[in-house]
C-alpha cells in the first residue's frame, strides 16, 4: 500500500502531500520534491520543518484539515511578515 509523504511546519500544521510511489521511500526523496535547493533544506531543517510517511487514515487526519484550511495551527507563512504603508502614487 503506497502511503504519503506530509511537509510539517515547525507549527505542526501540513503544508504539502506527495504520493510515496511518486518520491521516493526516504524522508530526505521528500524534503528533496517540496524544498529542491539545498542550502534552503539546511535552513528548514534547522528551523524544524520535517517530512513524514502517513498511510492514508492518518493522511485524512492530520492532513487534509490543514490542506482545506481547516486546521487550528498557527500561521507559519506569515510569522514575519508586518504591515507596510505603501507610498501613495499620482493616477
Same mark, same amino acid.
Given at each position: 500500500? #503506497?502511503?504519503?509523504? +506530509? &511537509? +510539517? #511546519?515547525?507549527?505542526?500544521?501540513? *503544508?504539502?502531500? @506527495?504520493?510515496?510511489? *511518486?518520491? $521516493?521511500?526516504?524522508?530526505?526523496?521528500? /524534503? !528533496?520534491?517540496?524544498?529542491? !535547493? +539545498?542550502?534552503?533544506?539546511? %535552513?528548514? #531543517? @534547522?528551523?524544524?520543518? &520535517? /517530512?513524514?510517511?502517513? $498511510? &492514508?487514515?492518518?493522511? !485524512? &487526519? %492530520?492532513?487534509?484539515?490543514?490542506?482545506? =484550511? %481547516?486546521? =487550528? /495551527?498557527?500561521? *507559519? %507563512? $506569515?510569522?514575519?511578515?508586518?504591515?507596510?504603508?505603501?507610498?501613495?502614487? #499620482?493616477?
Amino acid at each position: 500500500m #503506497a502511503g504519503f509523504w +506530509i &511537509r +510539517i #511546519a515547525p507549527t505542526g500544521c501540513v *503544508y504539502g502531500s @506527495a504520493l510515496e510511489e *511518486y518520491v $521516493g521511500p526516504l524522508a530526505e526523496d521528500a /524534503h !528533496k520534491e517540496f524544498t529542491p !535547493k +539545498i542550502a534552503d533544506r539546511r %535552513r528548514e #531543517a @534547522a528551523e524544524g520543518w &520535517r /517530512h513524514e510517511l502517513v $498511510g &492514508r487514515d492518518e493522511w !485524512k &487526519r %492530520r492532513a487534509e484539515p490543514c490542506l482545506l =484550511n %481547516r486546521c =487550528n /495551527h498557527p500561521s *507559519y %507563512r $506569515g510569522r514575519d511578515l508586518a504591515d507596510v504603508q505603501l507610498p501613495e502614487t #499620482a493616477s
